[in-house]
C-alpha cells in the first residue's frame, strides 16, 4: 500500500480528520484521537502503525513485517507498525486500519460518537 492509497483508505471511513505532524507522517483521527499512522519509519518503505485488540497484539507482534509501534508500544499501548508487505497483501492491512477506527471511536463517549454520526440517535 503506498501512503496515496493508505490516505484515500482513511479518508473514506466515518468521521476522520487529517494532520500532519511526528515528522512528516500521515496521522488519522476519529474524534480528535489518533486510530492510524502513514510513516514513522527511517528507512525509505512504507509503514502504517494501528491500533490492535489484545489479541491481535499478540498474534502480530512476532508476525514478519509486524512489530510492537515504536515508541507507543513501549508505553505499554497496544499498537502495531507495519514496516514490510505482507503476504494477505493491503486487504489484510485494510482490515487492521478499520479494526483501528472502530477501536478508538468505541472509546469516544457516547455524546461524541453521537455527534460525528458512530451512533444512531435516541
Not at 484521537?33 to 497484539?57: C, H, M, Q, R
Not at 493491503?90 to 477506527?101: C, N, P, T
Request: hydrophobic share 35%; net charge positive.
Amino acid at each position: 500500500m503506498t501512503y496515496e492509497e493508505f490516505n484515500a483508505f482513511c479518508r473514506a471511513m466515518p468521521a476522520t480528520t487529517y494532520v500532519v505532524q511526528w515528522g512528516n507522517a500521515h496521522v488519522w483521527k476519529v474524534g480528535g484521537k489518533v486510530f492510524a499512522i502513514g510513516g514513522w519509519e527511517k528507512n525509505d518503505g512504507p509503514a502504517f502503525t494501528f491500533k490492535a485488540s489484545e489479541l491481535y497484539y499478540e498474534i502480530l507482534k512476532d508476525k514478519p513485517g509486524f512489530r510492537p509501534a515504536p515508541y507507543m508500544a513501549s508505553r505499554g499501548m497496544k499498537w502495531i507498525q507495519q514496516f514490510a508487505e505482507c503476504d494477505q497483501g493491503d486487504e489484510q492491512l485494510k482490515y487492521y486500519l478499520s479494526e483501528s477506527h472502530r477501536i478508538v471511536a468505541s472509546g469516544l463517549t457516547k455524546k461524541k460518537q453521537k455527534e460525528l454520526g458512530l451512533q444512531p440517535p435516541d
